[in-house]
Nanobody, 125 residues
Framework: QVELVESGGGLVQAGGSLRLSCAGS????????MGWFRQAPGKEREFVAA????????YYADSVKGRFTISRDKPRNTVYLQMNSLKPEDTAVYYC??????????????????WGQGTQVTISS
C-alpha cells in the first residue's frame, strides 16, 4: 500500500516562506509524477504544481508561478514545495499526490492515484 505523508505547513505572515515536504512510502511506490494541490475553505481543490519523476519537468499554476518551486529527491521518494512571497490568498490545505499508472494531464486531480492527508497553510495579513 502506498502512503503519502505531508509536513511543513504552518502559520506565517504575508511575504514569508514555507517549505512543504511529501514523503512517499510503500513497497511498490514508483511514481511517474507528483503534484501539489490546495483547497481553501468554500472553494474547490485547485492545482498548484507538478513534477515528472524521471525528467524533472515542472508545471505551475499561474497564481504561484515565480513564487513557488517544486522539486523532488528521488532516493528519498520525497517531493518539496518551496513557497516564497506568500499571500493571504495562499491560505489553504495543501495536498500532495502521486501518479503511478500513467502521466496524463498533470493539472487535473483525476490523473493522480494516491493522495496525502493534507497540511494546513495559513498566511496572515
Amino acid at each position: 500500500q502506498v502512503e503519502l505523508v505531508e509536513s511543513g505547513g504552518g502559520l506565517v505572515q504575508a511575504g514569508g516562506s514555507l517549505r512543504l515536504s511529501c514523503a512517499g512510502s510503500g513497497r511498490t511506490f514508483s511514481p511517474l509524477a507528483m503534484g501539489w494541490f490546495r483547497q481553501a475553505p468554500g472553494k474547490e481543490r485547485e492545482f498548484v504544481a507538478a513534477i515528472t519523476w524521471s525528467g524533472g519537468s515542472t508545471y505551475y499554476a499561474d497564481s504561484v508561478k515565480g513564487r513557488f518551486t517544486i522539486s523532488r529527491d528521488k532516493p528519498r521518494n520525497t517531493v518539496y514545495l518551496q513557497m516564497n512571497s506568500l499571500k493571504p490568498e495562499d491560505t489553504a490545505v495543501y495536498y500532495c499526490a502521486a501518479a503511478v499508472k500513467f502521466v496524463g494531464a498533470l493539472r487535473v486531480g483525476a490523473t493522480y492515484d494516491y493522495w496525502g492527508q493534507g497540511t494546513q497553510v495559513t498566511i496572515s495579513s
